[in-house]
C-alpha cells in the first residue's frame, strides 16, 4: 500500500483517537486498550514500509500519551507516586523533549550573555548582583573562602531558606508561562544572567575553581530544575498560541495539566540541592578535591540522566514490547 493510502485510510480513526486520548473521552479501560493496540499496529506497519515517514513520529507521540492514559486506569500493584516518577514523567518529557531542549539552549545562551556582559563592562556584576553582596564576597576572597556566604546560618536554618526560595522560583517560573511564554524567558534571563557574571566575578578575580567546588556541589541540580521547570513554563505558554485542532481553552488546560507534572517531578532535586547547599557545600573548602568533583558530577549526571536520556529508555521499551507484554486486564 502507498503511503499516500495508508495516512487516507487511517487518517479519521488517528485523529478521533487523538481527540479521545486528549478530552479523556472513553466509556472504559477495556476501549481505550483495543484503540491502542491498533495504532500500535498501525506504528509497526509505517516503521516496517514507510520508515522515513513523519507518520511515524506523529503515532510515537500519539501512542505515548495513550500509553499515559492507559497507565493511569488499568489495575496494578505499583505504588502510584513510584509510577508517576518512574514512568509517567518520563513519558511526558520524551513527548515535550524539544521544550526541554530549547529551555536549556536558552538558559545557556543567556548564562553566556551575563558572563560576555561581565567581561566587558565593569560595573555590570554590582548591577546586577547588588553592591553588598559583592562586597561581602571580595572580603571573603581576601580571607580565603570565597563561598563563606554559604557558612552562614544554622544547616536546617539554611536547608528551609534555600529550598523554599528555589520552589518559590519554580513555581514562578512555569506560572509566568500564562504570559505566552514571555513571563518564563524573563525568569531564565535574570537568573541565568545572575549565573553568568556571578561566575566570571570569581573567575576574575583568581578564584573560579574554588567557586565552582563550592557552588556546583548543590548548583548542579539547581539550575538544572530550573531549566526543566522553565520548559514546564514554555509548554504552558505554548498550549495558548499553538492550540491545533483543540479549543484554546482545551489546550490551555492540557498545557497546565502537562505542565504542572513537570514542575512537580523537579521538586525532590530541589529539596535533595536544598539539602546540599545546607549541609554539605559549607565544607567545600575542607573536603578531598576528589569528592567535591565526585558530588558535582553524580548530581549533574543523574538529573540529566533522568530528564535527557531516560525518557528515550521509557519510550523506547514501550513501543517495543508492550503490545505484546502488557496486561490491560
Same mark, same amino acid.
Given at each position: 500500500? @502507498?503511503?499516500? !493510502?495508508?495516512?487516507?485510510?487511517?487518517?479519521?480513526?488517528?485523529?478521533?483517537?487523538?481527540?479521545?486520548?486528549?478530552?479523556?473521552?472513553?466509556? +472504559?479501560?477495556?476501549?481505550?486498550?483495543?484503540?491502542?493496540?491498533?495504532?500500535?499496529?498501525?506504528?509497526?506497519? #509505517? =516503521?516496517?514500509?514507510?520508515?522515513?515517514? *513523519?507518520?511515524?513520529?506523529?503515532?510515537? =507521540?500519539?501512542?505515548?500519551?495513550?500509553?499515559?492514559?492507559?497507565?493511569?486506569?488499568?489495575?496494578?500493584?505499583? +505504588? @502510584?507516586?513510584?509510577?508517576?516518577?518512574?514512568?509517567?514523567?518520563?513519558?511526558?518529557?520524551? =513527548?515535550? @523533549?524539544?521544550?526541554?531542549?530549547?529551555?536549556?539552549?536558552?538558559?545557556?545562551?543567556?548564562?553566556?550573555?551575563?558572563?560576555?556582559?561581565?567581561?566587558?563592562?565593569? %560595573?555590570?556584576?554590582?548591577?546586577?548582583? %547588588?553592591?553588598?553582596?559583592?562586597?561581602?564576597?571580595?572580603?571573603?576572597?581576601?580571607?580565603?573562602?570565597?563561598?563563606?556566604?554559604? *557558612?552562614?546560618? /544554622? +544547616?536546617?536554618?539554611?536547608?528551609? %531558606?534555600?529550598?523554599?526560595?528555589?520552589?518559590?522560583?519554580?513555581?514562578?517560573?512555569?506560572?509566568?508561562?500564562?504570559?505566552?511564554?514571555?513571563?518564563?524567558?524573563?525568569?531564565?534571563?535574570?537568573? #541565568?544572567?545572575?549565573?553568568?557574571?556571578?561566575?566570571?566575578?570569581?573567575?576574575?578575580?583568581?578564584?573560579?575553581?574554588?567557586?565552582? @567546588?563550592?557552588?556546583?556541589?548543590?548548583?548542579?541540580?539547581?539550575?538544572?530544575?530550573?531549566?526543566?521547570?522553565?520548559?514546564?513554563?514554555?509548554?504552558? %505558554?505554548? !498550549?495558548?498560541?499553538?492550540?491545533?485542532?483543540? /479549543?484554546?481553552?482545551?489546550?490551555?488546560?492540557?498545557?497546565?495539566?502537562?505542565?504542572?507534572?513537570?514542575?512537580? /517531578?523537579?521538586?525532590?532535586?530541589?529539596?535533595?540541592?536544598?539539602?546540599?547547599?545546607?549541609?554539605?557545600?559549607?565544607?567545600?573548602?575542607?573536603?578531598?578535591?576528589?569528592? !567535591?568533583?565526585?558530588?558535582?558530577?553524580?548530581?549533574? /549526571?543523574?538529573?540529566?540522566?533522568?530528564?535527557?536520556?531516560?525518557?528515550? *529508555?521509557?519510550?523506547?521499551?514501550?513501543?517495543?514490547?508492550?503490545?505484546?507484554?502488557?496486561?490491560?486486564?
Amino acid at each position: 500500500m @502507498r503511503e499516500v !493510502s495508508f495516512i487516507k485510510q487511517n487518517k479519521e480513526k488517528w485523529l478521533s483517537f487523538e481527540k479521545a486520548v486528549f478530552n479523556n473521552d472513553f466509556e +472504559n479501560p477495556d476501549e481505550l486498550a483495543s484503540q491502542y493496540i491498533h495504532l500500535i499496529n498501525d506504528l509497526a506497519y #509505517a =516503521q516496517t514500509y514507510y520508515p522515513k515517514s *513523519k507518520v511515524i513520529v506523529y503515532l510515537n =507521540q500519539l501512542a505515548a500519551k495513550a500509553f499515559q492514559k492507559i497507565y493511569k486506569t488499568k489495575r496494578e500493584d505499583t +505504588n @502510584r507516586i513510584f509510577g508517576f516518577w518512574k514512568t509517567e514523567v518520563p513519558l511526558i518529557c520524551y =513527548q515535550y @523533549r524539544t521544550f526541554i531542549y530549547v529551555a536549556i539552549i536558552i538558559f545557556l545562551a543567556f548564562t553566556f550573555i551575563g558572563t560576555i556582559s561581565a567581561a566587558n563592562d565593569g %560595573g555590570f556584576v554590582r548591577s546586577v548582583l %547588588g553592591d553588598d553582596y559583592v562586597n561581602m564576597s571580595l572580603e571573603n576572597i581576601e580571607a580565603g573562602d570565597p563561598v563563606a556566604v554559604y *557558612k552562614s546560618g /544554622s +544547616n536546617w536554618g539554611s536547608f528551609i %531558606g534555600i529550598t523554599i526560595n528555589n520552589l518559590k522560583v519554580g513555581i514562578i517560573a512555569f506560572v509566568l508561562g500564562i504570559f505566552l511564554g514571555i513571563g518564563t524567558l524573563y525568569i531564565m534571563f535574570k537568573n #541565568a544572567i545572575m549565573l553568568g557574571s556571578f561566575q566570571y566575578f570569581f573567575y576574575e578575580k583568581q578564584v573560579f575553581w574554588e567557586s565552582v @567546588r563550592g557552588i556546583w556541589i548543590h548548583g548542579a541540580m539547581e539550575i538544572f530544575a530550573i531549566m526543566i521547570e522553565a520548559a514546564a513554563g514554555l509548554i504552558l %505558554g505554548a !498550549s495558548i498560541l499553538f492550540p491545533g485542532t483543540y /479549543s484554546r481553552y482545551a489546550s490551555l488546560n492540557h498545557g497546565a495539566k502537562t505542565g504542572i507534572k513537570i514542575l512537580i /517531578s523537579t521538586f525532590p532535586f530541589t529539596f535533595v540541592a536544598g539539602f546540599l547547599e545546607g549541609f554539605i557545600t559549607r565544607y567545600s573548602n575542607i573536603m578531598p578535591h576528589w569528592l !567535591s568533583v565526585s558530588i558535582i558530577a553524580i548530581t549533574l /549526571s543523574f538529573i540529566s540522566f533522568y530528564y535527557l536520556i531516560y525518557p528515550i *529508555k521509557v519510550q523506547k521499551k514501550i513501543t517495543q514490547t508492550l503490545p505484546t507484554n502488557f496486561n490491560f486486564n
